[in-house]
């Protein structure tokens, strides 16, 4: 699965951007970022220096640990979510995330309707 690219914000962190993505922060997490090549040559030599505007790529597929859990944030969409954990935001990866049934219950009948604080549970790939 190719990597996704993901503009720095104001405020980013590896470890926050490899939260996002992977549903860890932790140093192994972090550095999947950083040590990819294309990473490395736009951060420079200091991973705790990136800047808005700065274009990285995350690698691909991520491991997603059994039973990780999400908290929805404003803006947040299915695929979206789908697109961070599985690197693939089709119908079939979000699907995925909306028909665990603990999911359903949470989200309700409408998968267009996710709301900000909501738990789900993602299934590993």
């Given at each position: 699965?190719?990597?996704?690219?993901?503009?720095?914000?104001?405020?980013?962190?590896?470890?926050?951007?490899?939260?996002?993505?992977?549903?860890?922060?932790?140093?192994?997490?972090?550095?999947?970022?950083?040590?990819?090549?294309?990473?490395?040559?736009?951060?420079?030599p200091n991973p705790n220096l990136i800047r808005p505007g700065e274009v990285l790529l995350i690698p691909f597929p991520c491991v997603v640990p059994p039973d990780c859990e999400y908290?929805?944030?404003?803006?947040?969409?299915?695929?979206?979510?789908?697109?961070?954990?599985?690197?693939?935001?089709?119908?079939?990866?979000?699907?995925?995330?909306?028909?665990?049934?603990?999911?359903?219950?949470?989200?309700?009948?409408?998968?267009?309707?996710?709301?900000?604080?909501?738990?789900?549970?993602?299934?590993?790939?």
């Amino acid at each position: 699965m190719a990597p996704v690219t993901y503009v720095v914000r104001e405020g980013d962190t590896l470890s926050e951007i490899a939260l996002r993505y992977y549903g860890n922060g932790d140093k192994a997490s972090w550095e999947r970022i950083y040590n990819v090549p294309h990473n490395r040559n736009v951060i420079g030599p200091n991973p705790n220096l990136i800047r808005p505007g700065e274009v990285l790529l995350i690698p691909f597929p991520c491991v997603v640990p059994p039973d990780c859990e999400y908290k929805v944030k404003p803006g947040d969409t299915l695929s979206g979510i789908a697109l961070h954990f599985y690197g693939d935001a089709t119908k079939e990866s979000w699907d995925r995330i909306y028909n665990n049934p603990r999911n359903r219950e949470t989200i309700g009948p409408d998968p267009n309707l996710i709301k900000p604080g909501q738990m789900l549970l993602i299934p590993a790939p």
